[in-house]
């Protein structure tokens, strides 16, 4: 099961921010959160990752909760390119070059609708 | 130029066929994946190799073989299709970070394969 829970739908304005929020509650002190995206029919897509400090980057930024129990996702300037499924997903450390025990562990995801 | 591609695009088959899904990534990463996404959307990891070992194999049927044989390449082939096996199969590739105890580099996704069974 996901380690994630995200709204399953969002809407927002053309140009305006868009703000998405996610929970992980039982995130470990070595599990970072990822953002990735998914463009109708393309694959998924890379945004953004931290551990404990906000991140920010040229297409996000990454806010995360002192206790890092949640966390969110912000578009500055929302475009209607960016209406896609929003993925927040919580990765194990890397501690070992073989480790068997990773995985990805996606879930629904939230539907983010630009609208003009 | 693509970084991930795959072929074919789409692929519609009849049950108890047996059918091949290539990918092939131009980034000179040493990690490469299978996904697949079915009707609801959620995305499960297959596979993974690392320079063309296998590192993770979730439960997934022995009917599904993953071959790579170089690092550029992760081909999966699947034997007797069922009609569970309609989905979106993505692949990936991502670069390890090679100093222990980092975080996973961004994965980079192929376009898709949507697979059909009849």
């Known amino acids: 099961d996901a380690k994630t829970t995200q709204p399953p739908s969002m809407d927002c304005a053309e140009g305006r921010a868009a703000n998405l929020p996610c929970n992980h509650s039982?995130?470990?002190?070595?599990?970072?959160v990822y953002w990735y995206r998914q463009i109708h029919s393309q694959g998924p897509q890379y945004i953004i990752h931290g551990l404990k400090n906000n991140e920010t980057n040229e297409m996000a930024s990454l806010i995360i909760t002192e206790d890092r129990k949640s966390s969110t996702l912000i578009l500055p300037h929302a475009t209607l390119r960016d209406t896609a499924v929003y993925y927040c997903i919580v990765r194990v450390q890397h501690t070992q070059r073989q480790d068997s025990n990773y995985q990805l562990i996606w879930g629904a995801g939230t539907k983010l609708i630009i609208k003009p | 130029d693509t970084a991930v591609s795959q072929t074919p695009k789409y692929l519609v088959t009849q049950m108890g066929n047996d059918k091949s899904i290539k990918c092939e990534q131009n980034?000179?990463?040493?990690?490469m994946y299978w996904y697949k996404q079915d009707s609801k959307k959620f995305l499960k990891i297959m596979f993974s190799y690392n320079n063309k070992e296998l590192i993770i194999n979730e439960t997934v049927p022995n009917r599904f073989s993953p071959k790579s044989p170089d690092k550029a390449h992760l081909n999966l082939h699947i034997n007797s299709l069922e009609l569970g096996d309609s989905a979106v199969y993505f692949c990936?590739?991502?670069?390890?970070?090679?100093?222990?105890?980092?975080?996973?580099?961004?994965?980079?996704f192929g376009p898709g394969t949507r697979l059909t069974v009849l």
């Open positions: 990936a590739s991502s670069q390890e970070d090679p100093v222990a105890g980092g975080s996973y580099n961004e994965q980079f």
């Open positions: 039982t995130i470990s002190g070595n599990e970072y």
């Open positions: 980034l000179g990463h040493d990690t």
